[in-house]
């Protein structure tokens, strides 16, 4: 019995060659008239903040009032970068479907979320459900993928579905 694919998982770094990877989103949705989920994560990192006037000597942000300020600047920035993310994977849709308007609606959702990827990846699979996942990876080489890890090794180490990775081409014109 051939498995029906209902939901796609395409998920993004918004790489200029992830058009390449959403190319075989698009058309497995095509084939198996099934609805596309764009994700996009941002990774939230965590890095000693100076203390005004401090700068350079690595002293961290403690005072509570500083603090609270800092926060609501930083939830500010991530809503504002949030924003044009998601305006950019819009664009970034129509541009690549202009003209295909029956595949431009199978891109029923776009998000945007924060943390981890590999673990954002795997969250969103689960609560669509998914029935496949689609993500580009680079070739970085074996010693920086030894030292480094990559998102799709972790998310093949822990989904329950298949996972289509598509290998990036270095050299070819396939960005948007």
């Known amino acids: 019995m051939i498995p029906k694919i209902s939901n796609i998982l395409y998920t993004t770094d918004l790489s200029k060659n992830s058009a390449y990877a959403f190319r075989y989103a698009v058309n497995s949705a095509e084939h198996h008239k099934a609805k596309i989920h764009i994700l996009h994560v941002l990774e939230i990192r965590l890095f000693p903040v100076p203390l005004p006037g401090e700068e350079g000597t690595g002293t961290l942000v403690e005072g509570p009032l500083y603090v609270k300020k800092l926060e609501k600047f930083d939830a500010q920035q991530k809503k504002l970068a949030k924003e044009k993310i998601q305006k950019r994977l819009k664009d970034f849709c129509q541009q690549e479907l202009q003209g295909k308007a ?20 795997l969250q969103k699979a689960e609560e669509l459900p998914a029935d496949v996942v689609i993500m580009g990876t680079h070739g970085k ?27 990036i081409p270095e050299k070819a014109d396939i960005g948007p």
């Open 141 to 167: 080489g074996l010693l920086a993928h030894a030292f480094l890890g990559s998102v799709a090794e972790k998310v093949l180490n822990r989904i329950k579905i298949p996972v289509f990775i598509i290998p």
């Open 102 to 121: 029956a595949l431009l609606k199978r891109v029923v959702s776009i998000e945007i979320a924060e943390g981890d990827p590999a673990a954002q990846i």
